[in-house]
């Protein structure tokens, strides 16, 4: 009946490191769609980025023409310069926010990416040392129940 005991211990061991193994395949691959989005995210950013400044220099063009229709002279008017100024400032604020924003998200995916990894290789490693818990009781079980020698 011991060498069952044993038999069965050894099953349970190896379950449990293929168990810490899978979770740690599971957090690599979590880790990995993690880095995936954050470059879907960051394309995304740099496509709200250029939207935007397509934008401003459309409503520019727009700005200058209706102007310009009004006979006004854009080169030497003060107010005209201040307000084509303004409107470029406020499209390049906008850009620099999304862009402070993409980085402070690509930071935060990286930590996130991290932590994944660190918690599958803790997972693997915990798994491995159950493992060997459960062969060494294992054994010893089996030395404490098996007959001693010379009995028949």
Excluded: C
Aim: proline letters at 1%.
């Amino acid at each position: 009946m011991a060498i069952e005991g044993l038999i069965f211990s050894i099953i349970s061991a190896k379950a449990q490191a293929d168990a810490g193994q899978a979770e740690k395949l599971e957090a690599d691959l979590n880790a990995f769609n993690i880095k995936t989005d954050k470059k879907l995210n960051s394309v995304e950013a740099d496509q709200v980025a250029l939207s935007i400044k397509r934008d401003f220099d459309t409503a520019m063009e727009a700005n200058i023409a209706a102007l310009s229709a009004t006979g006004r002279d854009i080169g030497s008017s003060m107010t005209i310069k201040a307000f084509l100024e303004k409107q470029k400032e406020t499209a390049y604020e906008d850009i620099s926010r999304t862009q402070n924003q993409k980085h402070w998200a690509n930071i935060k995916a990286d930590m996130a990416s991290l932590a994944e990894g660190r918690r599958g290789r803790n997972a693997k490693t915990a798994s491995l040392y159950r493992a060997a818990g459960t062969l060494y009781e294992g054994y010893e079980n089996f030395k404490s129940t098996a007959a001693p020698k010379g009995t028949p």
